[in-house]
């Protein structure tokens, strides 16, 4: 197993937690399939789909949606949330580096909040590329490096061992120009949107409570500090409540986002 494998395997494991989340993930994948132009007859692909929220939402327009997550707990999840919906999915467990489909199998590429954590960006985007159809639509939703979710990710990323060289931070999938660099000429007519993830929250601490269970590089970092350092744990804890503190008002806890759209040239 090569150093990558391994780092997936860390990130398989990490986000096996995540289905308490797709709550508040639901909204805003409705967003991401009107962003998108997904329409009836369609072929989407959803990748690193989570519970499926995106998928589902998409399959509900009448699209044919294949989706894929390198997480089979949470495909597990998907797969009852597809039947609950009434909707067929093709679900896959997989890896955005490296894509079990034809080249220009699909008209339409999504991930929301996912794709970004492959660790090689330019794996990426080749792959999502290499599998949409000439003219067809690549969208994507994103957290910016500069707000909340981007920055408790950096505040976390202080605290943990180092990445393997190579791994890419996954908020800068939220800066405009890294986009425009990572896609470059393959693609045209890219364009951006901005929308808010409103998350009821009864107290900080209560978030927080639901991140440590739930977001995979946090309750990493949780379950190692708590072996071997718990002081640096509650420094670490006291930091992520004074950077909530600014998005937090009236209960709800404001988590902003990106929307990116792009042709494949």
Same mark, same amino acid.
């Given at each position: 197993?090569?150093? !990558?494998?391994?780092?997936?395997?860390?990130?398989?494991?990490?986000?096996?937690? !995540?289905?308490?989340?797709?709550?508040?993930?639901? $909204?805003?994948?409705?967003?991401?399939?009107?962003?998108?132009?997904?329409?009836?007859?369609?072929?989407?692909?959803?990748?690193?789909?989570?519970?499926?929220?995106?998928?589902?939402?998409?399959?509900?327009?009448?699209?044919? %949606?294949?989706?894929?997550?390198?997480?089979?707990?949470?495909? +597990?999840?998907?797969?009852?949330?597809?039947?609950?919906?009434?909707?067929?999915?093709?679900?896959?467990?997989?890896?955005?580096?490296? *894509?079990?489909?034809?080249?220009?199998?699909?008209?339409?590429?999504?991930?929301?909040?996912?794709?970004?954590?492959?660790?090689?960006? $330019? %794996?990426?985007?080749?792959? =999502? *590329?290499? &599998?949409?159809? /000439?003219?067809?639509?690549?969208?994507?939703?994103?957290?910016? /490096?500069? *707000? @909340? %979710?981007?920055?408790?990710?950096?505040?976390?990323?202080?605290?943990?061992?180092?990445?393997?060289?190579?791994?890419?931070?996954?908020?800068?999938?939220?800066?405009?120009?890294?986009?425009?660099?990572?896609?470059?000429?393959?693609?045209?007519?890219?364009?951006?949107?901005?929308?808010?993830?409103?998350?009821?929250?009864? +107290?900080?601490?209560?978030?927080? $409570? *639901?991140?440590?269970?739930?977001?995979?590089?946090?309750?990493?970092? &949780?379950?190692?500090?708590?072996?071997?350092?718990?002081?640096? @744990?509650?420094?670490?804890?006291? $930091?992520?409540?004074?950077?909530?503190?600014?998005?937090?008002?009236?209960?709800?806890?404001?988590?902003?986002?990106? =929307?990116?759209?792009?042709?494949?040239?």
């Amino acid at each position: 197993m090569d150093v !990558f494998d391994k780092f997936k395997a860390t990130q398989r494991e990490g986000w096996a937690h !995540f289905a308490p989340l797709q709550a508040m993930t639901t $909204e805003p994948a409705a967003r991401l399939v009107k962003f998108a132009g997904i329409k009836s007859g369609h072929r989407v692909l959803d990748v690193a789909c989570g519970t499926g929220v995106v998928a589902i939402t998409a399959a509900r327009h009448e699209a044919h %949606v294949t989706a894929l997550d390198l997480t089979p707990e949470l495909l +597990s999840v998907a797969r009852d949330n597809a039947q609950l919906a009434g909707v067929a999915v093709d679900w896959h467990e997989g890896d955005v580096e490296s *894509l079990p489909f034809d080249a220009d199998a699909f008209d339409v590429v999504v991930s929301q909040y996912g794709h970004m954590f492959a660790p090689r960006p $330019e %794996v990426a985007v080749r792959e =999502m *590329l290499r &599998v949409l159809r /000439p003219g067809g639509v690549l969208a994507f939703s994103t957290w910016p /490096p500069e *707000l @909340l %979710v981007g920055r408790i990710f950096a505040v976390t990323a202080k605290y943990m061992p180092p990445p393997p060289p190579g791994v890419a931070s996954p908020p800068l999938w939220g800066d405009p120009n890294v986009i425009r660099e990572r896609l470059g000429n393959q693609v045209r007519d890219l364009a951006f949107d901005r929308a808010t993830m409103l998350v009821p929250v009864l +107290s900080l601490d209560h978030q927080r $409570e *639901l991140f440590e269970k739930t977001a995979g590089p946090v309750r990493k970092l &949780v379950e190692m500090l708590s072996a071997t350092d718990p002081s640096k @744990l509650e420094i670490y804890r006291g $930091e992520l409540r004074a950077l909530s503190a600014a998005y937090y008002a009236d209960n709800v806890l404001r988590q902003d986002y990106l =929307m990116t759209r792009a042709i494949k040239s």
